[in-house]
């Protein structure tokens, strides 16, 4: 299981003339460890997540997911893939207000054609993962910030990914639970064998990762292990 973005360049038009948001990108995370990305607004961080997630084409390179070469996939072979295979955990947990917890992460199993006997214990299974097996029957109103968040997470983990692609899951949330958000992505991420990739401005909660990349002006300096 693993993410190996090579050679990654991405450009936007910009009237007359085209933008780099992404400048020769390689990076390569393993199964089972944590990369965190890091950087100013506008380096190219959202970039580089949309990429590695399928969601964007780049002009140059490669992107492989668990020894798939994602290049020439139709948009259906894609979807299926990142239904399969990647896990998203938005910024912004955007949980449907109308569902529990439980079914939240249930919606996500059955669109991924789970049997409908399972889907209720594996979304238990994973409650219980992120410490909110209790919290199952509640919905959005009534769980606090950083209980959303967690619950944005099992969402994406629901399925078994592959990879897990994190975006500032620590921005809306005091210290407190914002650490308590990332042991849970650190454990998880261990746990499950997951490529993972968090993208944050959080610089207090990186000794918890197993290397840093930073960006700057859409290039990638070359990752670094933590002391």
């Known amino acids: 299981m693993s993410l190996r973005l090579t050679g990654i360049t991405l450009t936007y038009r910009d009237g007359d003339s085209r933008l780099t948001a992404l400048d020769d990108v390689s990076l390569d995370v393993p199964g089972g460890s944590l990369t965190a990305v890091v950087g100013p607004s506008g380096s190219g961080k959202s ?7 399928t969601l964007i084409t780049p002009d140059t390179g490669t992107v492989v997911i668990d020894g798939t070469d994602t290049a020439g996939l139709s948009r259906g072979e894609l979807t299926g893939l990142r239904r399969r295979k990647v896990g998203i955990v938005f910024q912004q947990p955007n949980l449907l207000p109308s569902l529990t917890a439980a079914e939240q992460l249930q919606v996500m199993a059955q669109l991924d054609g789970r049997k409908p006997r399972g889907v209720r214990k594996r979304a238990l299974e994973i409650l219980d993962a992120v410490g909110l097996a209790d919290q199952a029957n509640r919905r959005p109103h009534q769980l606090s910030g950083g209980q959303r968040q967690r619950v944005n997470i099992a969402r994406a983990l629901v399925n078994d990914p592959t990879v897990l692609l994190v975006d500032e899951p620590t921005s809306a ?4 639970r914002g650490a308590a958000v990332m042991d849970v992505i650190t454990r998880l991420t261990h746990q499950q064998a997951t490529a993972t990739v968090l993208v944050t401005h959080d610089r207090t909660h990186l000794t918890a990762v197993d290397q840093v990349a930073e960006m700057h002006d859409g290039r990638l300096r070359r990752p670094a292990a933590i002391p």
């Open 173 to 176: 949330l005091d210290h407190e």
């Open 47 to 53: 970039s580089l997540l949309a990429v590695a997630a």
